[in-house]
């Protein structure tokens, strides 16, 4: 009995690591590939999967996105200049087949094939353009290493140079260029600045002076506008005094000895100032005239003898 119980509890545990051994998961990221006598016999997707213990054999590929560290080196560009260029390719399998069969190290393959054509695509640019060109260079590589990695089942995400160091002298020099260049940047923005603030105030005083003109004019038009309105209103009223004062001789009927005596006073008005020379108007003929008939009329009352009466 005890001998029983012996190889039932062998045959239990030999059962269970049967068992454990032919319980294969697959995670969700990976995929499995089931070989048997040392031949490749179908892909396992993610998930539960019993196989033969000892016959068969799974290798798990992971269907992440890897990453591939270039190590530094240095590349000679185009115009014979030493730069210290790292990068970092990024990778994702494609084919778990492929991938296990068709490649024996891939990480160390593509290292080797990153750095190879890192100095391909670098060596041939210039220094400047391999500085400002990083992304036609990630471009150029991607490309590159897609199609080179395609046999082994990959496919090539994205390429990133991480840095490109030139010699420490040149380094120095390109200090020294873009300081230069900055300086220059300095003075042309502070000339552009004062060249643009005389402009404005220049523009300012232009303005000023087209204003105050403006306004001089306005006040002269003004000015001359109440002068007119001044001459035409006082000449109106003198053309209406004139007026009255005809209607009112007029309608008076005067007599030619008043008249004269009205002459004989604008004449006393007119002859008092600095003139030497008097001109009198045609008209004044008749009232001369009158002036002498009545000067002979007061010559006569003068020779009346005393006591008499004059007629």
Do not use: C
Not at 36 to 53: A, Q
Not at 133 to 141: A, D, K, Q, V
Not at 241 to 250: D, G, L, Q, W
Request: net charge negative.
């Amino acid at each position: 009995m005890e001998a029983a119980a012996v190889i039932v509890f062998i045959l239990i545990f030999v059962l269970v690591i049967y068992v454990a051994l032919a319980i294969k998961i697959v995670q969700q990221h990976e995929q499995g590939l089931t070989e048997r006598f040392g031949r490749y016999r179908k892909t396992l997707d993610p998930g539960f999967h019993m196989i033969v213990p000892f016959i068969d054999k799974v290798q798990k590929i992971d269907m992440r996105e890897q990453v591939v560290d270039v190590p530094p080196q240095e590349v000679i560009t185009k115009d014979n200049v030493v730069v210290t260029v790292d990068a970092v390719v990024y990778y994702q399998a494609t084919d778990p087949v492929k991938l296990a069969y068709n490649i024996s190290n891939f990480i160390v393959a593509a290292t080797k094939l990153a750095q190879t054509n890192l100095r391909n695509v670098v060596g041939d640019m210039e220094l400047d353009a391999a500085l400002t060109s990083r992304e036609t260079i990630n471009t150029e590589l991607r490309v590159i290493l897609d199609e080179a990695t395609d046999v082994w089942g990959t496919r090539v995400v994205r390429v990133e140079i991480q840095r490109i160091d030139p010699p420490a002298d040149v380094t120095d020099a390109m200090h020294r260029q873009m300081k230069a260049e900055r300086d220059r940047r300095a003075i042309v923005t502070e000339a552009e600045g004062e060249k643009r603030s005389a402009i404005l105030k220049a523009e300012g005083v232009k303005q000023s002076r087209i204003l105050d003109a403006e306004g001089q004019a306005e006040a002269i038009k003004t000015v001359a506008d109440a002068q007119k309105y001044e001459k035409l209103t006082v000449a109106e009223g003198e053309g209406q005094a004139i007026e009255r004062v005809f209607m009112a001789i007029h309608n008076g009927d005067p007599t030619p000895d008043l008249i004269a005596i009205r002459y004989l006073e604008a004449l006393e008005t007119v002859a008092d100032g600095q003139a030497t020379k008097i001109f009198l108007p045609m008209e004044t003929t008749s009232i001369l005239g009158s002036i002498a008939a009545m000067g002979e009329v007061f010559a006569d009352s003068q020779k009346t003898p005393e006591g008499g009466q004059s007629v």
